[in-house]
């Protein structure tokens, strides 16, 4: 039973099964499931899971359009948080090439730097 559902699951076609009780059905097809999606995995982004969900799909239950309302406001939120370390990568990288550029006229100056800064 275990291979039939594993080709089934290969193949992408419907297997019907059929067995006594008692001889273990369930555990088979969870076990070769599992196997199968060990071997095969399915990754579904949240972009993607966005895309076919739409919060205009009356149709569909209120929790399953707050599922998916939450899980885009989470991903924008990692994306953001993300992009707030690069930036602040960013800013410590510049303040410190601005600080071994002031280093080095300084040094080339004989310490004395005048730093002119100003505005219209």
């Known amino acids: 039973l275990m291979t039939a559902v594993y080709d089934a699951l290969t193949r992408g076609s419907v297997g019907i099964f059929e067995s006594p009780t008692g ?3 369930s555990l088979s097809i969870i076990c070769s499931s599992l196997r199968w999606l060990k071997e095969n995995p399915v990754y579904v982004s949240v ?3 966005a895309e076919h969900v739409k919060p205009e799909d009356e149709d569909l ?3 399953v359009l707050d599922h998916v309302k939450k899980r885009a406001n989470e ?3 990692r994306a953001e948080e993300r992009e707030r370390e690069r930036l602040g990568r960013a800013r410590e990288r510049m303040a410190a090439q601005a600080k071994e550029r002031k280093a080095k006229m300084s040094k080339r100056a004989g310490g004395n730097v005048l730093v002119i800064c100003g505005s219209k």
């Open 61 to 63: 239950p209120a929790w």
């Open 47 to 49: 972009d993607e899971e």
């Open 75 to 77: 991903a924008a939120k």
């Open 23 to 25: 001889t273990g059905k």
